[in-house]
């Protein structure tokens, strides 16, 4: 199983797919962080969403609102009045949704429009 680690001090780098059953020695925390040790390096775990947002780009996930990333392949309706995108063909008041700023609603072009 890999995962998607940064490498300790030099996360200018990016990120690094490790093979946790193949290439972990061990686990260890340092200053409330979870450090991850391969036999020649030390690596630590995504803890934001901004880390997790360069991670996912690739699979289509975007940012909609500060507080979200969005698999933009699962958004099914976009509610222009609310600036709520959902992932059901027929969202009601009980269906997941998530909020979209107004700065990333261009993103939101080739998704199904509702008004009310």
Do not use: C
């Amino acid at each position: 199983m890999k995962i998607p680690l940064f490498r300790k001090g030099f996360e200018e780098e990016g990120i690094h797919w490790i093979d946790m059953t193949e290439e972990v020695t061990h686990l260890s925390h340092s200053k409330n962080k979870i450090e991850i040790h391969t036999k020649d390096d030390v690596y630590y775990m995504l803890t934001s969403l901004e880390d997790w947002r360069r991670v996912l780009k690739q699979y289509g996930f975007e940012k909609l609102d500060v507080g979200n990333i969005v698999n933009m392949k699962k958004i099914t309706v976009f509610d222009e009045s609310k600036q709520k995108v959902y992932f059901e063909d027929q969202p009601d008041s009980n269906s997941k949704y998530t909020d979209v700023a107004r700065v990333h609603i261009s993103k939101l072009n080739h998704i199904r429009r509702r008004k009310k």
